[in-house]
Structures are given as C-alpha cells and as structure tokens.
Nanobody
Framework: QVQVVESGGGLVQAGGSLKLSCVAS???????MQWYRQAPGKQRELVATITSTGIKQYTDSVKGRFTISSGAGKNVVYLQMDSLTPEDTAVYYC?????????WGQGTQVTVSS
C-alpha cells in the first residue's frame, strides 16, 4: 500500500515563501508526483506535476512563482512557493501516481495573510 506524507505548510504573510515536502513509500513504480490544492468552497485543483522523466507542468496561476522538484529518488517531491498571495491559501495535497492509480496524502494547510 502506498503511503504519502506531506509537510511544510504554515502561515505566511503575502509576498513570502514556503516550501512543501512530500514523501511516498510502498511503491517503486511512480510515474508522476503531483501537488493539488483545495481552497474553502472550491474544487480541488492541480497545481504542479513532475513526471518520472523530469517533465514539469504548472497551472497558470502559479507559473513563475512555484517550482516543483524531485529529491533523492523519484518518491520525494518539493513545492517551493514564492511571492505568495492570499489567493494561494488552501489545503495542499500531494499525490503519487503509479501503474495502479493515485495515492493521496492527508494534506497540509497553507495560509497567506494579507
């Protein structure tokens, strides 16, 4: 069974930065790691993706501000978030995708104060 654990959320002022971390265990066949977020009253949205081949994709609202990267091994991923705005406030979820589907973490709260 795949386990996904996020960390690194918190409270930051607008314009500040945070770095989220995610570790997936229980699988060696990860094809992509993704960060999603869900703000109150809104649907969960895909924020960033990094594939096992290193391809990165971002949703338009975070391009140029957020950076997704892999750590040691393909089962560790980071999300560096810079120039944060109150609109970035959400619960951020990490997802590990392998040949059996997506596995999710419990989420980490990111709150950006104005």
């Amino acid at each position: 069974q795949v386990q996904v654990v996020e960390s690194g959320g918190g409270l930051v002022q607008a314009g500040g930065s945070l770095k989220l971390s995610c570790v997936a265990s229980g699988t060696t066949q990860i094809t992509a790691m993704q960060w999603y977020r869900q703000a109150p009253g809104k649907q969960r949205e895909l924020v960033a993706t990094i594939t096992s081949t290193g391809i990165k994709q971002y949703t338009d609202s975070v391009k140029g501000r957020f950076t997704i990267s892999s750590g040691a091994g393909k089962n560790v991923v980071y999300l560096q978030m810079d120039s944060l705005t109150p609109e970035d406030t959400a619960v951020y979820y990490c997802s590990a995708r392998d040949i059996f589907g997506n596995s999710w973490g419990q989420g980490t709260q990111v709150t950006v104060s104005s």
